[in-house]
C-alpha cells in the first residue's frame, strides 16, 4: 500500500499513457479489409472499387477498374452509384484514414457491403500490387 501511495503520479501516467495507445484502436470505424481479402473480393469481379482521392491523385495511380470520386464530392454524386446497391463496395483513399467517412455516406445512401481498404492506396503500393494510371489508360 505505501508503495502505491508513494509512486501515485507514476501509476498515473503509466494508465494515461497506456489509455492514450489504445485510442487508435478503439476510434477505428466501419468494416476495413485486409490486402488479401480486398484481392479476393475485387477477383469475383461483382465488386466496386471506389477511390475518394482527389483527381490528381488517382490519375496518378488507381487500382484496376477503380471509380473515383472525390470525398468532398461525394455526397453530391452518390446518383452514380446506385446501381452498384448490390454490390460489394471498396473504399479506398491514399492511407486508408478518411474510408470511415465515405462509408458512412454509402451506408446512408443504401448501400450494405461497403468497407475500407486498411492501410489504402499506398499500402497496396507498397507490396508491389499493380495498379493502372490515367497516362497508361490513353
Known sequence: ????????FLIGLVIISGGALL?????????KLTLLQATQLINT????????????????AHLRDARNIPLK??????AELDKFKGK???????SGTQTAKAEGI??????????GLTGGIAAWQAQGL?????????
Request: proline letters at 3%; a positive charge.
Open 1 to 8: 500500500m505505501k508503495f502505491i501511495v508513494d509512486n501515485i
Open 23 to 31: 485510442i487508435p484502436f478503439l476510434q477505428q470505424r466501419g468494416s
Open 45 to 60: 469481379g461483382k465488386t466496386l472499387v471506389l477511390d475518394v482521392r482527389d483527381v490528381e491523385q488517382f490519375n496518378a
Open 73 to 78: 464530392d461525394l455526397s453530391q454524386r452518390i
Open 88 to 94: 460489394n463496395v471498396i473504399v479506398v483513399c491514399q
Open 106 to 115: 454509402l451506408k446512408k445512401a443504401g448501400f450494405t457491403e461497403v468497407h
Open 130 to 138: 499493380p495498379t493502372a494510371s490515367q497516362k497508361a489508360a490513353k
